[in-house]
Nanobody
Framework: QVQLVESGGGLVQAGDSLRLSCAAS????????MGWFRQTPGKEREFVAAITSGTYTTYYADSVKGRTTISRDNAKNTVYLQMNSLKPEDTAVYYC?????????????????WGQGTQVTVSS
């Protein structure tokens, strides 16, 4: 069982940076691949980034590649999403998720645990 709590969202201007944090509780955190997704009203939840548990391999959506870095600190049970050069189209609720079992890292259905989300709003 893993509980996730996101923080770090807010209102920023285009071009600014934000770092989202996701604090996890549960004994299995270090064994879970972790992902960040985002969602806007009326749209499906969209993959943003993921990081594996063993090799810390990272994956990014094309829309954020080059501007975003996902990282994790297993000692702190925390995963981070550093977002730079933010654009108005990055505006969304951002969710942290922990993956268990099979399924592609980009697939939201592959994640069994979700946080409550944190709002990121980027003004032009």
């Amino acid at each position: 069982q893993v509980q996730l709590v996101e923080s770090g969202g807010g209102l920023v201007q285009a071009g600014d940076s934000l770092r989202l944090s996701c604090a996890a509780s549960g004994r299995t955190f270090s064994r879970n691949a972790m992902g960040w997704f985002r969602q806007t009203p009326g749209k499906e939840r969209e993959f943003v980034a993921a990081i594996t548990s063993g090799t810390y391999t990272t994956y990014y959506a094309d829309s954020v590649k080059g501007r975003t870095t996902i990282s994790r600190d297993n000692a702190k049970n925390t995963v981070y999403l550093q977002m730079n050069s933010l654009k108005p189209e990055d505006t969304a609720v951002y969710y942290c998720a922990a993956k268990e079992g099979i399924g592609r890292l980009e697939a939201s259905w592959a994640y069994g645990y979700w946080g409550q989300g944190t709002q990121v709003t980027v003004s032009s």
